[in-house]
């Protein structure tokens, strides 16, 4: 678990994000002072997709999702023949779509796709 700083910009209004890696499933403590959640899970990996939606439910359990912004992140690396998608959109949407206040974002470093979206 790491810790970050990154100013960004809002509607025109500056704020200054505060972020903290967390490993591991979250806690009840974690819920309490949690305001967003960023889920973030691998294209190519169905284990690392099945992850998120575990802590995804333990999150809702301890504390209402209707109350914490989410974001579910899908990355890729290089999909290719040899390392195909496993998860495909329409279910990290759903997954996305349980709740109301969850960002589905698909990001790929390599080429730059949504990484400061």
Same mark, same amino acid.
């Given at each position: 678990?790491?810790?970050?700083? *990154?100013?960004?910009?809002?509607?025109? /209004?500056?704020? #200054? #994000?505060?972020? *903290? @890696?967390?490993a !591991? %499933?979250? +806690? %009840? /403590?974690?819920?309490?002072w949690?305001?967003? =959640?960023?889920? =973030?899970?691998?294209?190519?990996?169905e284990?690392?997709? @099945?992850? =998120?939606? /575990? &802590?995804?439910? #333990? &999150?809702? +359990? &301890?504390?209402?999702?209707? +109350?914490?912004?989410?974001? &579910? =992140?899908?990355? /890729?690396?290089?999909?290719?023949?040899?390392?195909?998608?496993?998860?495909?959109?329409?279910?990290?949407?759903?997954?996305?779509?349980?709740?109301?206040?969850?960002?589905?974002?698909?990001?790929? %470093?390599?080429? !730059?796709?949504?990484?400061? *979206?």
């Amino acid at each position: 678990g790491g810790q970050f700083k *990154r100013e960004v910009t809002v509607d025109g /209004q500056s704020h #200054l #994000l505060l972020i *903290r @890696e967390e490993a !591991g %499933a979250p +806690d %009840a /403590q974690f819920a309490s002072w949690a305001d967003a =959640v960023i889920f =973030v899970f691998s294209l190519e990996s169905e284990s690392s997709f @099945e992850e =998120v939606a /575990q &802590l995804h439910a #333990l &999150l809702s +359990d &301890l504390r209402g999702t209707s +109350d914490v912004a989410l974001a &579910l =992140v899908g990355t /890729q690396d290089k999909i290719s023949s040899s390392s195909p998608r496993a998860v495909e959109d329409a279910r990290a949407r759903a997954l996305c779509g349980d709740t109301r206040r969850c960002l589905y974002y698909e990001t790929c %470093a390599t080429y !730059g796709l949504n990484v400061d *979206r």
